[in-house]
């Protein structure tokens, strides 16, 4: 089993920053891509950014330049530092990886999530 603990949500004002991480534990052999996911009141869950096992990073448009994935591979943990926030960042965010065990196949798991909210 594969457990996701999210931390570092919280009240922020607009242009201010937060640091998500995501710390993951158990028998996998293999952290492959990890990614940060978010989903606003009403709207469907949308992917924020991902990394690869080798650091490749991909953005959606509406946070590049203003956030960044990274990861810890020897403490396996995931990162996400967002920068000028705004109100229409607010959402739950979640953490999501994708792992293998004892043979190639790979599954995905996902934290509980953790709420942002930019208000004034």
């Known amino acids: 089993q594969v457990q996701l603990l999210e931390s570092g949500g919280g009240l922020v004002q607009p242009g201010r920053s937060l640091n998500l991480s995501c710390a993951v534990s158990?028998?996998?052999?293999?952290?492959?891509?990890m990614a940060w996911y978010r989903q606003a009141p009403g709207k469907q869950r949308e992917l924020v950014a991902k990394?690869?096992?080798?650091?490749?990073?991909t953005y959606a448009d509406f946070v590049k330049g203003r956030f960044s994935i990274s990861r810890d591979n020897a403490r396996n943990t995931l990162y996400l530092q967002m920068n000028s926030l705004n109100p229409e960042d607010t959402a739950v965010y979640y953490c999501n990886v994708d792992v293998s065990f004892s043979t190639p196949q790979r599954y995905g798991y996902w934290g509980q999530g953790t709420q942002v909210t930019v208000s004034s």
């Open positions: 158990g028998r996998m052999s293999r952290i492959n891509i």
């Open positions: 990394i690869t096992s080798g650091g490749d990073t």
